[in-house]
């Protein structure tokens, strides 16, 4: 184990694939900052929270700078997400401004607020936990549109920050066996079989699948790899997915 000291920063870390990703930098020997607008139900004494709702812009600026003033931020990987699914009949404007803020606005502000001290120590990780969905989905008018911008704007900061030692990375899960998947989809229902039997791999994935593929791009070892976006989604991006 290096003796180095990573300090990693998981938004939306209380639960699913961002409790997962916190409980597994901590084996790594990270330490972990959780933002989430609710505090875990787990403690670590390398575990800190920080308690915001990403989706108010005041409240992340806030979030940013109590982080910041803590030490040098390594790592941030930006999980927190919701998907407000909603055919085109019923979706409104105020969907598109709330996830932007959520899924692109907050993640421009963390980054602001660690990238002097990424670019200081010639080093970082940042990670988008985005979707399949960014390559269309029904009912998926607004979530749809904010992850397909976080591929582009992922891709804009691998160019300007290449050169600082700064990764930008994107996976993208398919559908994920989490609260949000069952928020819309009963559990263990017919319709959830349906849609396993659907991707190419015959089952739905878990929340270590995508955890393991964020890992690998959070590495500090793996610096030269920028720019890319994994679909870790079972092959739903090569077929269709039934939802």
């Excluded at 929340?207 to 393991?212: I, T």
Aim: glycine share 10%; net charge negative; aromatic share 6%.
């Amino acid at each position: 184990m290096s003796t180095e000291r990573y300090t990693a920063v998981v938004t939306g870390g209380s639960a699913g694939i961002g409790e997962r990703l916190c409980r597994d930098l901590l084996d790594l020997d990270y330490e972990v900052i959780s933002v989430a607008r609710r505090a875990p139900d787990w403690s670590h004494e390398r575990l800190k929270v920080v308690k915001a709702d990403l989706t108010d812009a005041a409240e992340t600026q806030r979030a940013a700078d109590e982080i910041a003033g803590m030490g040098e931020v390594t790592h941030f990987i930006h999980n927190a997400g919701i998907i407000l699914p909603n055919l085109i009949e019923e979706a409104e404007p105020e969907d598109l401004l709330k996830l932007t803020q959520l899924h692109a606005g907050a993640a421009l502000t963390f980054v602001k607020a660690f990238l002097p001290a990424m670019k200081d120590r010639g080093f970082g990780r940042i990670i988008f936990n985005s979707s399949r969905a960014a390559m269309g989905a029904q009912t998926r008018t607004a979530y749809s549109y904010s992850k397909a911008g976080l591929h582009g704007m992922a891709r804009t900061w691998a160019l300007e920050l290449g050169p600082h030692g700064v990764t930008v990375n994107v996976v993208a899960p398919g559908p994920v066996l989490t609260d949000n998947f069952w928020g819309i989809i009963e559990k263990d229902s017919e319709r959830q079989e349906k849609l396993a039997k659907s991707l190419p791999v015959g089952r739905i994935g878990t929340v270590d699948d995508v955890a393991r593929a964020i890992l690998f791009f959070a590495d500090p070892l793996n610096g030269y790899v920028t720019g890319q976006t994994l679909y870790v989604c079972g092959g739903a991006s090569i077929g269709g997915v039934t939802l």
